[in-house]
């Protein structure tokens, strides 16, 4: 009977392929439930680019932003502009359209 034997490549292998996809979805959860990452007073108007979010679709990224209070997604197309509507959110700065 064979027996598959963990090494220590293949465990860093794992490790660092799971790792950092669970440690952002944990900072994701985390985020929303900690008041202390929530923007305070409306002083601060912070946005962000959807693209750096990638695979992440804009329906998430709008509800996680609108969570943490942030103002805005940029760089949106024009489509995706309903859906920051419905979480209140706003983009300042469209993105490129080809002419």
Not at 30 to 47: E, F, H, L, Y
Request: aromatic share 6%; proline share 7%; net charge positive.
């Amino acid at each position: 009977m064979p027996t598959t034997r963990l090494t220590r490549r293949t465990a860093l292998a794992t490790l660092a392929a799971a790792g950092p996809a669970a440690a952002l979805a944990h900072a994701a959860d985390t985020a929303t439930d900690d008041p202390n990452w929530k923007i305070k007073n409306g002083r601060i108007n912070q946005s962000v680019v959807s693209w750096c979010f990638k695979p992440m679709s804009t329906e998430d990224l709008a509800r996680h932003a609108a969570a943490l209070g942030l103002k805005s997604i940029e760089l949106c197309p024009v489509a995706d502009w309903p859906i920051l509507k419905k979480y209140g959110l706003t983009c300042a700065t469209p993105a490129a359209t080809a002419s």
